[in-house]
């Protein structure tokens, strides 16, 4: 495609400006979420988004899966649904034969729509989805379509009737990013774009193989061993009564990030560093995208909870 991966990161810098532009017509002011969520996409992790009602996070996912020319599936999750509502199920055919029809899964996007309001069964029939990229039913194994990329919503507010995330779900996604309210300026453009008769075209930027060029390129990037050892002891910080556990972990941990954690912080921190052109990340990348990959690998104790100690207060403290 590219002669040299320094061609493939010249012109991953050019078409991320244009992602950005086209999305920005949309979506306005959430410069930070698009990055991560961006990232997650090139990194081939899954992101969860979470936010109060009515910031935009279906908007979101609609227009990145619009300007990225994929394959798109939006599924709500209810009390009621069933993992064949999500895998697919086999139903008798004219032939007498069982076939199988896939479900909502089968796409490169997905997103999962209050992901939390679902029980722990329909829960599981993601967790094999996001990590193998592929569903058994029926005990037959099925691959699902490629790039496949899962982002999940949450609403921190109503936990009335949700089934909190298990720690093994909330570790498959590869950030937690947390919306906040629009900034009034950013606010006063969407009020104004949002109730007149103003149309949104938007481009398709890249292809289904761009993005699996660029996901391969991204893997591809060096990275020193000072930088990579830096990722890993971060996240060996957090780990309450280890041999590297920090002075405020210790105090404020029951538990710490798991080594996908390190992984994820090297892989974000590599194309967070191509994002800005470099070919090599430093150890500022790998602190960008720590917060969101952190925060939800860690637990607080009884003694955080009761001093008010917020998560990303202590993340704050070990960068």
């Known amino acids: 495609m590219y002669k040299s991966d320094v061609e493939g990161v010249d012109a991953f810098v050019v078409k991320y400006k244009e992602l950005n532009a086209e999305i920005g017509k949309v979506i306005i002011g959430q410069d930070e979420v698009v990055k991560d969520v961006l990232i997650s996409i090139f990194s081939k992790g899954h992101c969860l988004l979470v936010g109060v009602p009515g910031l935009a996070k279906t908007l979101l996912v609609n227009t990145i899966a619009d300007v990225l020319g994929l394959s798109y599936n939006r599924i709500q999750f209810t009390p009621d649904l069933m993992p064949s509502d999500i895998i697919g199920s086999e139903i008798l055919g004219d032939d007498r034969h069982f076939k199988f029809v896939k479900g909502p899964l089968f796409a490169n996007i997905i997103l999962a729509d209050e992901i939390n309001r679902t029980p722990p069964k329909t829960q599981a029939a993601l967790l094999e989805a996001m990590q193998e990229r592929a569903v058994t039913a029926a005990g037959k194994r099925y691959e699902l379509g490629n790039p496949f990329f899962v ?105 710490g990030a798991g080594p996908r954690a390190s992984q994820f912080l090297v892989i974000g921190a590599k194309c967070h560093a191509m994002i800005k052109g470099k070919y090599s990340p430093d150890i500022e990348d790998v602190k960008a995208v720590a917060t969101a990959i952190l925060r939800h690998r860690i637990v607080r104790n009884y003694k955080a909870e009761a001093e008010g100690i917020s998560i990303d207060k202590i993340i704050s403290d070990l960068l």
């Open 151 to 255: 982002l999940a919503t949450q609403n921190p507010i109503e936990q009335e009737g949700t089934y909190p995330l298990p720690e093994a779900q909330l570790d498959r996604f590869m950030f937690n990013v947390w919306l906040d309210y629009p900034k009034l300026q950013d606010e006063l453009l969407v009020v104004k774009n949002t109730t007149s008769n103003k149309k949104v075209e938007l481009k398709k930027i890249l292809s289904a193989e761009d993005i699996l060029y660029f996901q391969d390129l991204v893997r591809r990037i060096p990275v020193a061993d000072n930088v990579l050892e830096y990722a890993v002891k971060l996240a060996a910080k957090t780990r309450p009564n280890t041999e590297y556990a920090a002075e405020i972990s210790n105090k404020y941990l029951a538990w």
